[in-house]
Nanobody
Framework: QVQVVESGGGLVQAGGSLRLSCAAS????????MGWFRQAPGKEREFVAA????????SYADSVKGRFTISRENAKNTVYLQMNSLKPEDTAAYYC??????????????????WGQGTQVTVSS
C-alpha cells in the first residue's frame, strides 16, 4: 500500500514556475507508476503527466507538453512536477496518484490505486 502527500502548490503569476512534490510512503514505492492529475472548479479531473517506476517512460497531456516535466527519485520516495510557463488555465487542484501497474503509463484515472489530497495551484493573469 502507498500513501501520497502533495506539496508545493501556491499562487504564481502567468509565465512563472512552480515545482510540485509528491512524497510517498511504503517500501514498494519504486514499483508504482506515478501520475499527476488536476481538477479545476466545475470540471472533471484530468490527466497531466505520468512516469514509470524506472523513469524510462513518461507521458504528458497535450496541454502541458513542453512546459511541464515529471521526474522521480525512488531513493527519496518522491515524484516531482516541474511546471514552467504557467498559464491561468493551469489553475486547479493538483493530485498525485500511484498505479500498481508499474511497467506502463496510463491516462485513465480509474487505473490509479492511491491518491493524495491535492495541492492548489493558482495562476494569475
Amino acid at each position: 500500500q502507498v500513501q501520497v502527500v502533495e506539496s508545493g502548490g501556491g499562487l504564481v503569476q502567468a509565465g512563472g514556475s512552480l515545482r510540485l512534490s509528491c512524497a510517498a510512503s511504503g517500501r514498494t514505492f519504486n514499483r508504482y507508476t506515478m501520475g499527476w492529475f488536476r481538477q479545476a472548479p466545475g470540471k472533471e479531473r484530468e490527466f497531466v503527466a505520468a512516469i514509470t517506476w524506472s523513469g524510462g517512460i513518461t507521458s504528458y497531456a497535450d496541454s502541458v507538453k513542453g512546459r511541464f516535466t515529471i521526474s522521480r527519485e525512488n531513493a527519496k520516495n518522491t515524484v516531482y512536477l516541474q511546471m514552467n510557463s504557467l498559464k491561468p488555465e493551469d489553475t486547479a487542484a493538483y493530485y498525485c496518484a500511484a498505479d500498481s501497474d508499474w511497467t506502463s503509463v496510463t491516462v485513465n484515472l480509474l487505473a490509479y490505486d492511491y491518491w493524495g489530497q491535492g495541492t492548489q495551484v493558482t495562476v494569475s493573469s
